[in-house]
């Protein structure tokens, strides 16, 4: 089945380390996001891109950076980690042909920050 | 930005009963309306959609209207089961589909 794959699922990392979270999907979507998930906060939008030689800022980008190595490869960077970096990041997918329409969201990466 | 606001944040039902979840927005430009589910450790999924054109929407047990004028939609879910205890989350987003998120409602459906 074609889907949304994200690595590490789970991490632990200390205060001041580089992560990487890694995206990758097999449905042929153009449009891939980034979003971190807080109790009580919903889902944030981190970074988006709506092809390779395109990468917009969301609502929370600072501290973030992303790149999109391919059209099927969008992944995810903490420079410094921080202990209020700590969440569960989604990465997710949607189809420009297909207008406003789903997002199709990885099974998640938890992250955690010490 | 757009900003969306959800209530309630907890909603405790019993089986067969409805369940009713509210959300505000503020941009005017919004025209595009989904609510996905979010099962206890499992990504989001899509459950209903709606759009600025169309005023109500049903599938099965799950309906979601929009009143555009007074920026709200809402989702309802008709014969409760316990399978529809999640976190459920609205969104809204313009044309360039850039989503903002409520900040979810967890439903627990009481057998």
């Known amino acids: 089945d074609a889907d949304v794959t994200q690595t590490p699922r789970n991490r632990i990392t200390k205060t001041g380390k580089r992560i990487m979270l890694e995206c990758s999907q097999t449905?042929?979507?153009?449009?891939m996001y980034w979003y971190r998930q807080d109790p009580g906060l919903g889902l944030q939008l981190i970074y988006y891109?709506?092809?390779?030689?395109?990468?917009n800022k969301g609502e929370i980008s600072d501290g973030y950076s992303v790149s999109r190595q391919a059209q099927a490869k969008f992944s995810l960077s903490l420079e410094s980690a921080i202990p209020n970096q700590t969440a569960l990041y989604f990465c997710?997918?949607?189809?420009?042909?297909?207008?406003?329409?789903?997002?199709?969201f990885g099974e998640g990466s938890r992250l955690t920050v010490l | 930005g757009e900003n969306v606001e959800q209530h309630p944040s907890t909603l405790s039902v019993q089986e067969g009963d409805s369940a009713v979840i509210k959300c505000t927005y503020s941009d005017s430009a919004s025209n595009y309306f989904p609510w996905y589910k979010q099962e206890l450790g499992k990504r989001p999924q899509l459950i209903i959609d709606?759009?600025?054109?169309?005023g109500e929407k049903k599938d099965q047990r799950i309906a979601v209207t929009l009143n555009k004028t007074a920026k709200h939609f809402s989702l309802h879910i008709t014969e409760t089961q316990p399978e529809d205890s999640a976190v459920y989350f609205c969104?809204?987003?313009?044309?360039?589909?850039?989503?903002?998120f409520g900040a979810g409602t967890t439903v627990t459906v009481r057998a």
């Open positions: 449905k042929g979507h153009d449009r």
């Open positions: 969104a809204a987003g313009d044309n360039d589909y850039k989503l903002s």
């Open positions: 891109s709506f092809d390779v030689k395109d990468i």
């Open positions: 709606i759009r600025s054109n169309v």
């Open positions: 997710a997918t949607s189809d420009s042909r297909d207008g406003a329409g789903e997002l199709f």
